[in-house]
Structure formats: C-alpha cells, structure tokens
C-alpha cells in the first residue's frame, strides 16, 4: 500500500511536467527554444482560474487557460519569428512579464495580491475516493497520454516529419515547399495549449491561483526535455523521475527523519546531477535557436 500510494503521488505530481514538457519538445522540434514554458504554465493557470470564477465551470476554465497560453505563445511567435529576437532572451522576457501581469490582474479580478478564491475543479472534493480522487479528473489522463501522442505525431504523421525536417535543416525544408515560419508557428500554439494545460492543472487541483504558483516547474520540465534527448518517451521517463524525487522529498519531510532544508534540495539536486551525466551527449535538433 506504501508503494502504490508514493506511485500515485508520483504520477498527480508529474502531469504538469508531463504536459509542459510535451509542449516543449514541440516547440524545440520546430526550432525555438522553449524556454517560456514557466510564463505559458503561469498564464494557463491563472487563466484557469479566472475562467472557472466567472464562468462558474472548470471546463470554462480550461478554454480560458489555453487561450491564455496561445496568447504567450503569439507573443512569442510575434518575437522570435517576425521580428527574429533572440529567443533566449525574449524566453526570460516572457516569463517575467508573466509573473508581473498575473499579480496585477490578481489584484485587479480579485483584489488581492496573494492568492484568488477557491473556484470549482476537476476530481471534486468529498468524492469519496482518497488518493484516487485526482484520477476523475481528465488531465491527469491527457498529461499521461501527451507525450506518447506526440511521439505518434511527430513520427508516424507528414507534419511530424515537416515539424522535424523544420528544426534539423529549415533551408532544406523550404526548398520543398515547406513554409517554416507558419510551421513553426503551429508548433508554438501547441506548445502553448499543452503547457497551459500543465498549469491549469495545478491551479484546479488546488482550486485557487496562488502567485507564482508554477514554483520553476517550466524549467525543471525543460530540464527533462535535454535529459531525454528531446525524445518523447524518455522526456516522459525523465518527467517521473523527477516527480519521484518530489515526492520523496514530500515524504521525507513528513517523516521528519532529515533536515527540512536538505530535503527540500532533493528535487533540485537531482536535476543538476542528471543533466550534468547527459549534456555533453545531447544533441539538440540542430536548427534549435537559430535564426532565419
């Protein structure tokens, strides 16, 4: 029972990296470096929240959370795409004017500067089902079955293989007819639609929008995306890995057996120490970051 418990735990704790994840190995596969994924998360769950408060619906909600993240990722498309920015940088600019839009429209929407009022979510509350409970809700199952879908698309589907021939080789791509830059751009909407999903998740598993609530989530579910080659399968691999190692932190400190503040590096440490075994042997689509 011990086990079946800290497997559950680990699967409702990696849907969010499974599903931003999913977007970002979208995006690095067309060529523009994802690293929006925590403002696009941000965005998705505060949209999330905002759409089921008014709309008095978690499936309002779940449209307003990807328009939230479509609206990111035109941002960024409008950016790295239109006016070739680089996209490092424009990355780091998007999350952070995520982060301070959300605050000010938190204060606007709900007159606080904290956190917004509970809101109606998915897997409801006093359902009767303990720990199962989070499994009525239909994200845990799309976070479980994005990355083999997308696996699916981009290697068994012809806009899989443009999407790929895209981020390997752009200028042998547009010679046959290909156009890159609408591509890409469809690329970068599914991005944003999965990692907003991954941020309404939190926010209606919680039911409610905390400030900052993604809490570097985008960027330990990039993380997975370089230790998993930018293969979907191991990404998936690698985003229940580090839900694993979370969990476990959860558990530790639970059990109190360890300092809190050594336990709380648990997640954290394994990042950098699986990175730093696989990164000089990655070998990202060659056109990642590049511009035109």
């Not at 905002?50 to 990807?66: D, E, K």
């Not at 799309?142 to 012809?158: D, E, V, Y």
């Not at 926010?203 to 570097?216: C, I, P, V």
């Amino acid at each position: 029972m011990i086990l079946l418990a800290f497997l559950l735990q680990t699967i409702r704790i990696a849907i969010p990296y499974l599903l931003a994840a999913a977007g970002g190995v979208m995006s690095e596969r067309v060529g523009v470096i994802a690293l929006g994924l925590e403002g696009m998360m941000l965005a998705g769950a505060f949209g999330a929240v905002l759409g089921s408060y008014y709309g008095g619906s978690a499936w309002i909600g779940l449209v307003c959370a990807m328009s939230a993240g479509i609206l990111v990722a035109l941002l960024l498309a409008l950016c790295t795409l239109r006016f070739r920015a680089n996209q490092v940088v424009v990355g780091i600019a998007i999350n952070l004017l995520v982060i301070g839009a959300t605050r000010f429209f938190l204060r606007l929407a709900f007159d606080s500067a904290s956190n917004s009022p509970r809101v109606d979510g998915f897997g409801g509350e006093g359902s009767g089902l303990g720990v199962l409970a989070s499994f009525s809700n239909p994200l845990v199952w799309l976070g479980l079955i994005a990355l083999p879908a997308l696996w699916w698309l981009l290697w068994r589907t012809p806009f899989g293989l443009r999407a790929r021939a895209v981020g390997e080789k752009p200028e042998a791509a547009a010679t046959l007819g290909v156009n890159v830059s609408a591509l890409r751009l469809r690329g970068l909407l599914l991005c944003g639609v999965l990692a907003s999903l991954g941020g309404a998740y939190l926010a209606l598993d919680q039911h409610q929008f905390t400030d900052s609530m993604t809490a570097g989530r985008g960027f330990i579910a990039l993380a997975a995306i370089i230790f998993g080659r930018w293969m979907p399968m191991r990404v998936a691999a690698a985003c229940l890995l580090f839900a694993a190692a979370e969990t476990l932190q959860i558990q530790l400190q639970g059990a109190q057996l360890v300092p809190s503040q050594f336990v709380e590096l648990i997640p954290y440490v394994l990042t950098i120490v699986a990175l730093a075994g696989v990164v000089g042997k990655s070998v990202p689509p060659a056109a990642l970051g590049k511009v035109e």
